[in-house]
T-cell receptor, first 113, second 112 residues
Framework: SAVISQKPSRDICQRGTSLTIQCQVD?????MFWYRQQPGQSLTLIAT?????????ESGFVIDKFPISRPNLTFSTLTVSNMSPEDSSIYLC??????????FGSGTRLTVV | DAKTTQPPSMDCAEGRAANLPCNHS???????VYWYRQIHSQGPQYIIH???NNETNEMASLIITEDRKSSTLILPHATLRDTAVYYC?????????????FGEGTQLTVNP
């Protein structure tokens, strides 16, 4: 299965600023997925990122708030823009799948103060 | 994707089998049952999946009822490191455009 490197692992940010999270995969993948996990909650899909096209966002998530880049088949970034304390969450990237299911990055724990 | 129902929490003694149930009464004929777990502060980890036959791998066994409306994940000899949230997910077969929809899962606590 794929190996994902996600950076940063954690950060504390001031409200009103932006943070870009990077996800590097050790093999080429068609789709990459970005999830948010709010404190004590399950995972919620933010968007699906295709290489060479705009990301597809789930209901409740918009591109202005969570712009995504997918410059090639092994890399993607998620930016959390104009942050507020409500954005404090764990953000995870994921790729699928085949016989071993989906692989997740180790997550970025974001705290907005 | 079909909806799943899991108990919010379970306890298990170390060394004993942990049996985690999942109800998926609206499962469609082409949907698989997937199990993932999330150990605190880590990304979810794939455990096992199946369609209608029972499956076993080095981590766990998956028992799916004949009518496919429910399943049980079995950890045969639970250890403290198996303490995690376990998610049962029902979805079509792996395709490049598909994604996982997570429910609330079951918090399994393995006690010494």
């Amino acid at each position: 299965s794929a190996v994902i490197s996600q950076k940063p692992s954690r950060d504390i940010c001031q409200r009103g600023t932006s943070l870009t999270i990077q996800c590097q995969v050790d093999s080429q993948v068609t789709m990459m997925f970005w999830y948010r996990q709010q404190p004590g909650q399950s995972l919620t899909l933010i968007a699906t990122a295709n290489q060479g096209s705009e990301a597809t966002y789930e209901s409740g998530f918009v591109i202005d708030k969570f712009p995504i880049s997918r410059p090639n088949l092994t890399f993607s970034t998620l930016t959390v823009s104009n942050m507020s304390p409500e954005d404090s969450s764990i953000y995870l990237c994921s790729v699928g799948g085949g016989a071993y299911g989906y692989t997740f990055g180790s997550g970025t724990r974001l705290t907005v103060v | 994707d079909a909806k799943t129902t899991q108990p919010p929490s379970m306890d298990c003694a170390e060394g004993r089998a942990a049996n985690l149930p999942c109800n998926h009464s609206t499962i469609s004929g082409n949907e698989y049952v997937y199990w993932y777990r999330q150990i605190h502060s880590q990304g979810p980890q794939y455990i096992i999946h199946g369609l209608k036959n029972n499956e076993t791998n080095e981590m766990a066994s998956l028992i799916i009822t004949e009518d496919r409306k429910s399943s049980t994940l079995i950890l045969p000899h639970a250890t403290l490191r198996d303490t995690a949230v376990y998610y049962c997910i029902v979805r079509p077969p792996e395709t490049s455009g598909s994604r996982l929809t997570f429910g609330e899962g079951t918090q399994l606590t393995v006690n010494p």
